[in-house]
Nanobody, 115 residues
Framework: QVQLVESGGGLVQPGGSLRLSCAAS????????MGWYYQAPGKQREQVAA???????HYEARGGGRFTITRDVAKKTVTLKRNDRRPEDRGVYLC?????????WGQGIQVTVSS
């Protein structure tokens, strides 16, 4: 079983950087990919970006050009960073990790961008 724990959310002001981290623990057996999803209030969950253990990185429409994902396979962490925080970034960010035939989700972390 694998646990994914997100950190770095909360109430933040517009502008500046948003940095979210996700740490995996437990007997993961090696997560092939780790990534981030975003869920706006009342909307469906959508993928932002993902990174494989081979170093491949993929951005979905929401993430491309706006977010940067980095993964540390040895430390079992994945980080999502966004410069220039905006109110539309408000929502829940969820960490996901998995491989062929298995996946795990974090609890999600709330981000509110407001002055």
């Amino acid at each position: 079983q694998v646990q994914l724990v997100e950190s770095g959310g909360g109430l933040v002001q517009p502008g500046g950087s948003l940095r979210l981290s996700c740490a995996a623990s437990g007997s993961d057996g090696g997560l092939h990919y780790m990534g981030w999803y975003y869920q706006a209030p009342g909307k469906q969950r959508e993928q932002v970006a993902a990174a494989t253990d081979a170093g491949d990185i993929h951005y979905e429409a929401r993430g491309g050009g706006r977010f940067t994902i980095t993964r540390d396979v040895a430390k079992k962490t994945v980080t999502l960073k966004r410069n220039d925080r905006r109110p539309e970034d408000r929502g829940v960010y969820l960490c996901k990790g998995g491989g062929w035939g298995y996946e795990y989700w974090g609890q999600g972390i709330q981000v509110t961008v407001s002055s």
